[in-house]
């Protein structure tokens, strides 16, 4: 080889040595970099004229009959606090992103409204794949996520504000509610195939196992399926004394028409679902959902001031036929708690938000709420109701007051090794 050949393979060899050192640096320094991002973005939204926050929901696909009037909610919410003054005497500026009911969409999102828009929190979410696909997202950035919407426990992150039900205070509740008050000793489990249905239905049946209750069957669906002939069928054959709806978005719609279809209505085989509310109902038709059983922890029909006040702003702003339900309520109710606790720390910076809002109260419309700073979960009243011909919820039954959160169910010796 020649000293020239020598020589310019030398050079070539050294260039492409720092092109990947270049390339390794970028690499190896991506949480440095994130890091600063949501430094930076700490730092921007305590600067200018307004504060950025994200709102991240499906506004598109399955997910989108439950997860727009969440989305509408926390609006409402940002409206009510800019007319007062917005926080810290600056407006609150939404950026609104589609999740498209796409778990890896939800995540893309989520760092888009951190790292690009420089939001100061992210209000979203609704499905347990949604919140999964979500947090690690959140945690690397030591950036906040309010998540609005009942789950299935055994989780908390230092990043997630969790301001609908943990497992204690709504699914247990309605085991409890069917064995003693409906006389349930043999239950069917129906559900979509993710990680909320099958998580719950591990921690019902452990329930189940200890206080004597039979689980018949155990069937689930792809979320957004319309075909349940097959689990109809097997529901109708297992001579079930209840079931225990899991399913998610618009499954539920066919789900009910074909239940009904088969000859399957309420005063027949009770349904108790956590996962439908007023705003499906109406989705589903009242007709075919008339007597049946939710779990919830707040209805539009739940008394109290502060509720009236809630429910007459909503329609207000988005029509007379528009309705109020429990996930719609908890988003509104993130909104105000973040709003609240920015105001105490003097900052929207995440640690001191956090540390702000330990203990921190509100009068919400489902009743007074509280944050629990070990886990960043709020107290909850349980309300256990029916399903009336308006398509409203009626209370039949409800805890003595809120139900401290217990997402890992410490308090349950039944539920030992479920984590």
Known sequence: MSTREKGGRFWLLAILALCLSAFVAVGCGSDSKDEASSTSASASSD?????KVGILHSLSGTMAISEVSVRDSELLAIEEI???????????????????????????KAQKLISQDQVAATFGGWTSASRKAMLPVFEKNKALLYYPVQYEGLESS????????TTNQQIIPALEYLQKEKGVKKLFLVGSDYVFPRTANKEIKAWAKANGME???EEYAPLGSTEFSTIVNKVKASNSDAVFNTLNGDSNVAFFKQLDG????????????????????RGIGADKVKGQIVAWNYYQTTPGAENEKFV?????????????????EAGYVGVKLWAAAVEKAGSTDPEK????????????????????????????TSRIGVINENGLIDTVWESDGPIEPDPYLKTYDWAKGLS
């Not at 600067?47 to 504060?51: A, K």
């Not at 349904?271 to 499906?280: F, L, M, N, Q, T």
């Not at 509280?370 to 960043?376: D, R």
Request: proline share 6%.
């Open 47 to 51: 600067s200018g004229d307004t504060i």
């Open 312 to 328: 007459k702003a909503y329609k207000a702003k988005y029509g007379k036929n528009r309705v109020t339900d429990d996930p719609i």
């Open 215 to 217: 689980v018949t069957g």
């Open 262 to 281: 088969a000859g399957l209505p309420s005063d027949k085989l009770p349904v108790v679902s956590v996962s439908i509310a007023e705003d499906e109902v």
């Open 353 to 380: 938000v956090k540390a702000a809002s330990k203990g921190l109260t509100l009068d919400a419309p489902e009743g007074k709420v509280t944050v629990n700073g070990e886990n960043q979960h709020i107290t909850k």
């Open 82 to 108: 800019n007319k007062n003054g917005g926080v810290l005497g600056k407006q609150i500026e939404p950026v609104i992103e589609d999740g498209a009911s796409d778990w890896p969409t939800f995540a893309e």
């Open 158 to 165: 230092p990043y997630i504000f969790y301001t609908g039900a």
